[in-house]
Nanobody
Framework: QRQLVESGGGLVQAGGSLRLSCAAS????????MGWYRQAPGKERELVAT???????NYADSVKGRFTISRENAKNTVYLLMNSLKPEDTATYYC??????????WGQGTQVTVSS
C-alpha cells in the first residue's frame, strides 16, 4: 500500500522555525513531483512549495525567502524547512506526491501553529 506519512508539526512562536518531513512508502511508487500544501480554517487548500525529481523548486510568494523545500530521492522523502514563521502560517500542512503516471497521493496532514 502506498502512503505518505508526515511529521514535524507543532507549536512555535512567531519568528521560530520548524522542519516538516514526509516519507513515501510502498512498492513501485515512482514519484516524480512532491510538494507541500496547507489549509487554514475557513480557507481553501493552497500550494506552499513543490520540487521535482530533478530538484526544480517552486514556492508560493508568501513563503519565498523563508521556506525551503528539499528531497532525498533515494528515500522518497521530502522536507520543508520553515524559518521566520508568522501567525498567518498557521495551518494544517499536507504532503503531496505525484507518480510518473500522474497518480496523486496525499498525506494525512500535520498541524503547524504559530503563536504571536
Amino acid at each position: 500500500q502506498r502512503q505518505l506519512v508526515e511529521s514535524g508539526g507543532g507549536l512555535v512562536q512567531a519568528g521560530g522555525s520548524l522542519r516538516l518531513s514526509c516519507a513515501a512508502s510502498g512498492t513501485n511508487f515512482n514519484i516524480n513531483y512532491m510538494g507541500w500544501y496547507r489549509q487554514a480554517p475557513g480557507k481553501e487548500r493552497e500550494l506552499v512549495a513543490t520540487i521535482t525529481s530533478g530538484g526544480t523548486t517552486n514556492y508560493a510568494d508568501s513563503v519565498k525567502g523563508r521556506f525551503t523545500i528539499s528531497r532525498e530521492n533515494a528515500k522518497n522523502t521530502v522536507y520543508l524547512l520553515m524559518n521566520s514563521l508568522k501567525p498567518e502560517d498557521t495551518a494544517t500542512y499536507y504532503c503531496n506526491a505525484k507518480s510518473v503516471w500522474d497518480t496523486l497521493y496525499w498525506g494525512q496532514g500535520t498541524q503547524v501553529t504559530v503563536s504571536s
